[in-house]
């Protein structure tokens, strides 16, 4: 971070531009992500973002990235959006997730890179990478983040989310299990992650709904919704996640089927950590595209 004082007209300037994009970005503020106004979220969705294998179309992939962007950050253009989020000098991780049954599609790591790109940064100053960040040389230099992981449930957690996505960046994952991950904002104030994070998207191509045991998988509770969701503040994004799995819930099994365990990580995030909004009403949720079954 800069060390450059900002005089009062720039303070306001740039406090108000950020304000639009839903909290203050990381350059200007040493704050993470919470704040007094409503916090912006974008949600995304289009009807023919797979194909026939339930494979995204990287095309609509890039399209529905950009369109998002753009409207979290108020901007006409694409490149003018990745002008806010990252600096040309910037050295950036792209922290994804690759559990075996719901990776983070390689079409939107491809989209998130191919913007960071053309926004000037060097390709040795860019990684895409999960597990393995702790040894990746860029991750350890790394003055911006960005973080992006499908949703989908949790036997531990309640729902595997952005906010667990960082888990890979302690020596000891298991540390964070207590208390069905109760603390997991923590991990958001280490020193090698706190203050860097740009941009969180969190996938909802086929989230998981439902699951049983630590590594339960069944299509069964796989489905097509066809989103992503799009932020700032990875609190306000999960918790909009939140809301959507909740909802899917009631309509399968037909009854208001609480998750077990509880995904109490995203509101302790905000109430206990202050790390950013978990509150519905603080949240101003803009949905764009594909409108069917949009359970929100």
């Given at each position: 971070?800069?060390?450059?004082?900002?005089?009062?007209r720039e303070f306001v300037?740039?406090?108000?531009?950020?304000?639009?994009?839903?909290?203050?970005?990381?350059?200007?503020?040493?704050?993470?992500?919470?704040?007094?106004?409503?916090?912006?979220?974008?949600?995304?969705?289009?009807?023919?973002?797979?194909?026939?294998?339930?494979?995204?179309?990287?095309?609509?992939?890039?399209?529905?990235?950009?369109?998002?962007?753009?409207?979290?950050?108020?901007?006409?253009?694409?490149?003018?959006?990745?002008?806010?989020?990252?600096?040309?000098?910037?050295?950036?991780?792209?922290?994804?997730?690759?559990?075996?049954?719901?990776?983070?599609?390689?079409?939107?790591?491809?989209?998130?890179?191919?913007?960071?790109?053309?926004?000037?940064?060097?390709?040795?100053?860019?990684?895409?990478?999960?597990?393995?960040?702790?040894?990746?040389?860029?991750?350890?230099?790394?003055?911006?983040?960005?973080?992006?992981?499908?949703?989908?449930?949790?036997?531990?957690?309640?729902?595997?989310?952005?906010?667990?996505?960082?888990?890979?960046?302690?020596?000891?994952?298991?540390?964070?299990?207590n208390d069905s991950c109760?603390?997991?904002?923590?991990?958001?104030?280490?020193?090698?992650?706190?203050?860097?994070?740009?941009?969180?998207?969190?996938?909802?191509?086929?989230?998981?709904?439902?699951?049983?045991?630590?590594?339960?998988?069944?299509?069964?509770?796989?489905?097509?919704?066809?989103?992503?969701?799009?932020?700032?503040?990875?609190?306000?994004?999960?918790?909009?996640?939140?809301?959507?799995?909740?909802?899917?819930?009631?309509?399968?099994?037909?009854?208001?089927?609480?998750?077990?365990?509880?995904?109490?990580?995203?509101?302790?995030?905000?109430?206990?950590?202050?790390?950013?909004?978990?509150?519905?009403?603080?949240?101003?949720?803009?949905?764009?595209?594909?409108?069917?079954?949009?359970?929100?």
């Amino acid at each position: 971070m800069s060390n450059r004082k900002f005089t009062r007209r720039e303070f306001v300037k740039v406090s108000a531009a950020a304000t639009t994009a839903g909290v203050l970005m990381m350059p200007y503020s040493s704050e993470l992500f919470a704040q007094a106004g409503k916090t912006k979220v974008v949600l995304i969705r289009d009807g023919g973002v797979l194909d026939a294998n339930n494979k995204p179309k990287p095309d609509v992939i890039q399209k529905m990235l950009d369109d998002a962007v753009k409207v979290l950050f108020d901007t006409k253009d694409t490149a003018e959006a990745w002008k806010k989020i990252i600096k040309p000098s910037d050295i950036v991780g792209i922290k994804t997730n690759v559990w075996n049954y719901l990776a983070t599609p390689s079409e939107l790591e491809n989209a998130i890179k191919k913007r960071v790109r053309e926004a000037g940064v060097a390709e040795d100053n860019i990684s895409i990478d999960d597990r393995g960040i702790l040894r990746n040389p860029v991750f350890k230099r790394a003055t911006a983040l960005i973080n992006t992981r499908p949703m989908r449930t949790h036997y531990w957690s309640g729902v595997g989310s952005l906010l667990k996505n960082y888990i890979m960046f302690v020596e000891t994952p298991s540390n964070y299990h207590n208390d069905s991950c109760a603390d997991l904002a923590a991990i958001w104030k280490l020193p090698q992650v706190k203050g860097k994070t740009r941009l969180n998207v969190l996938v909802m191509l086929t989230p998981i709904f439902h699951s049983v045991g630590p590594h339960g998988f069944s299509p069964e509770y796989l489905w097509q919704y066809n989103g992503l969701i799009v932020g700032v503040d990875p609190v306000a994004v999960d918790a909009v996640g939140l809301k959507i799995i909740q909802a899917k819930r009631r309509e399968f099994f037909k009854e208001d089927r609480p998750l077990d365990p509880p995904a109490k990580h995203i509101e302790l995030a905000d109430t206990r950590h202050h790390l950013g909004t978990a509150d519905m009403k603080k949240i101003d949720l803009i949905k764009i595209g594909w409108k069917e079954k949009i359970l929100i």
